[in-house]
């Protein structure tokens, strides 16, 4: 079946440090987003990348679709950037099926 | 522009009772659709709807029930609540273009069945 599957699970840095969160997936992609849920529950859609690279100020991700991965480039981490991080895709079904998640935890 | 709005945003309900989460937009979005999330997992599709009068079910359809009379609003009925519906609910619509698609949530409903 579709699979959605990120790593690692679980991340604590100290501010200022670089990540790098992962997103594999079981087959050909019509849509790839990345999102940020806050420590509040609020859900922020982060990146449409279903393949290529796009940047937002510190945050960056690629997609290689051919090898079915997509990765998050978190720089220079703020406090703020604390929460989960959701990789999600839609297999051209218009269902969006999301993975479990990466929590990521940035220590002052 | 309020974007997605979701009420209530807490809600008790016993076993057996019915009740309608709301949700509206104003960004005249067409597709719109509602998740649930249990705790450690990620957000899993219920029902969406790709415009006025269209609905399809997503992954985890049962016990839920949805209708889309007008682009603005995308309510989600349960039927007779059950203890396995415990869960934080969020609705999303969404823009597709052909280049790109962009997802806004609302902040959730926290429901509880007793």
């Known amino acids: 079946g579709i699979q959605v599957e990120q790593s690692p699970p679980d991340l604590i840095l100290q501010e200022g440090a670089n990540s790098t969160l992962r997103c594999n997936f079981s087959?050909?992609?019509?849509?790839l987003q990345w999102f940020h849920q806050n420590p509040w529950g609020q859900l922020i859609n982060l990146f449409y990348i279903p393949s290529g690279t796009k940047q937002n100020g510190r945050l960056s991700a690629t997609t290689v679709a051919t090898e079915r991965y997509s990765l998050l480039y978190i720089s220079s981490s703020q406090t703020t950037d604390s929460g989960v991080y959701f990789c999600?895709?839609?297999?051209?079904?218009?269902?969006?099926?999301f993975g479990t998640g990466t929590r990521l935890t940035i220590i002052p | 522009n309020a974007g997605v709005t979701q009420t209530p945003k807490f809600q008790v309900l016993k076993t057996g009772q019915s009740m309608t989460l709301q949700c509206a937009q104003d960004?005249?979005?067409?597709?719109m659709s509602w998740y649930r999330q249990d705790p450690g997992m990620g957000l899993r599709l219920i029902h969406y709807s790709v415009g006025a009068g269209i609905t399809d079910q997503g992954e985890v359809p049962n016990g839920y029930n949805v209708s889309r009379s007008t682009t603005e609003d995308f309510p989600l009925r349960l039927l007779s609540a059950a203890p396995s519906q415990t869960s934080v609910y969020f609705c999303a619509s969404s823009y597709r273009l052909p280049g790109g698609v962009g997802y806004t949530f609302g902040s959730g409903t926290r429901l509880t069945v007793v």
């Open positions: 087959d050909s992609v019509n849509n």
């Open positions: 999600a895709v839609d297999f051209g079904n218009e269902k969006l099926t």
């Open positions: 960004m005249n979005h067409e597709y």
